[in-house]
């Protein structure tokens, strides 16, 4: 791994050594306040005849910039983005058994520039500048718990990562090529059963020692080409030199691939603050077979949203990622291997409803 990517990992580990100290720290709170917490979600439940928490919030945020003859300099651009939170929560009456559900979307367009922009094949042409994509995600968890103690369960987990729309390359902005993904191409997730311990209602820490990581290419175009970690297709060596005709697919790529490992996965989701809610969840997976450090797979995904009023709302968006198999360049030759980082700002409408978490 190269230098500044091995920077990277350490701070990462150092981060979330640090936020599991936060977390413990937490659970340490005064009997006093978690007695306040439990009264809570008692009334709670006696509103609720099935034993279900329902709620979440929906936000919907624009930009838009334009200039003319501005002597310091800009180009036009505007942006859309819309983001959904959903959770439902079933408690059984006996107390024993918690089934979490969790649904995460976002999509986002931006185009800059003017409307019309010159053709990059033909300079006396003018066309269309298209909205292209800057968000896209689709994130689920499924989680079944059976108590241990009041902090401990044994549970079983499903997670699904995926798109909803196709995506095309940075540099093809004019989609006159091939799309390089689409919705569950790639999609990735975890199947598992482990303990879960819960020091706060709003704080989850969960550990597998078997665990079965996923990937799905469902477009055997883009499984072909070995894409997210897949086995690529693979050719005869010797077609090409008869006739000189193209070599000859024996194989077809990839489209389903499995790893077995252990899994961590920490979630938080709590209002920190009376107009502030904030959502973070971060992965952790490797591979039996590698057992290295630059071969673990980590996904941290976090979402912070502060109210300004009833309907108004600042969004903070930011996810890192790192897997050592995806090739995060591939119109480079060579396997190209970085960080994955996304960050997103944005103020717009906002609505919350249903239940209240903890």
């Known amino acids: 791994m190269p230098e500044n990517q091995a920077i990277v990992m350490k701070k990462t580990l150092f981060t979330i050594v640090f936020i599991t100290g936060i ?17 809570a979600r008692t009334k709670s439940k006696e509103l609720k005849d099935t034993g279900w928490i329902r709620g979440g919030f929906v936000t919907a945020n624009l930009s838009n910039a334009t200039f003319s003859n ?29 089934w979490e559900n969790y649904l995460n979307l976002a999509y986002g367009i931006t185009r800059i520039g003017k409307s019309r922009i010159e053709d990059p094949d033909d300079k006396t042409k003018m066309v269309d500048n298209p909205f292209v994509k800057n968000e896209d995600k689709f994130v689920f968890l499924s989680k079944y ?3 241990i103690s009041d902090k401990l369960n044994y549970s079983a987990l499903f997670t699904l990562n995926t798109q909803m729309a196709p995506g095309w390359g940075p540099k093809d ?10 919705f569950m191409a790639p999609g990735f997730g975890y199947v598992s059963v482990g303990l879960d311990y819960k020091p706060r ?16 290419v469902r477009e055997q175009r883009l499984a072909d080409m070995g894409l997210y970690g897949v086995r690529p297709a693979e050719y005869n060596d010797f077609s090409d030199t008869i006739g000189g ?12 691939r499995t790893e077995f490992g252990w899994y961590v996965n920490i979630s938080v989701l709590k209002d920190i603050a009376k107009n502030m809610n904030f959502q973070s969840m971060l992965e952790i997976f490797q591979n039996y077979k590698t057992m290295t450090v630059k071969q673990t797979d980590l996904n941290w995904q976090s979402t912070l949203n502060m109210k300004v009023n009833k309907y108004i709302t600042v969004v903070l968006i930011y ?3 790192w897997d050592y ?3 995060t360049r591939s119109e480079e030759v060579g396997m190209q291997r970085n960080w994955q980082i996304k960050n997103f700002f944005g103020v717009g409408f906002s609505a919350k409803f249903g239940d209240q978490l903890d």
């Open 245 to 256: 005709k193209p070599p000859r697919m024996t194989r077809h790529g990839q489209k389903f």
């Open 23 to 39: 977390l413990a720290a937490q659970a340490q709170n005064s009997d006093e306040d978690i007695k306040k917490q439990l009264a």
């Open 325 to 327: 198999d995806v090739d």
């Open 145 to 147: 718990g059976r108590k």
């Open 173 to 182: 902005v004019l989609r006159r090529d091939n799309h390089v993904s689409n």
């Open 201 to 216: 209602s709003w704080v989850s820490i969960y550990f597998s020692p078997l665990t079965a990581k996923y990937t799905i």
């Open 70 to 98: 501005w002597a310091q300099g800009g180009t036009n651009n505007t942006a859309l983005i819309a983001t959904a939170s959903f959770f439902a929560i079933y408690n059984s009456k006996s107390g024993k058994d918690i």
């Open 319 to 321: 996810q890192m990622m």
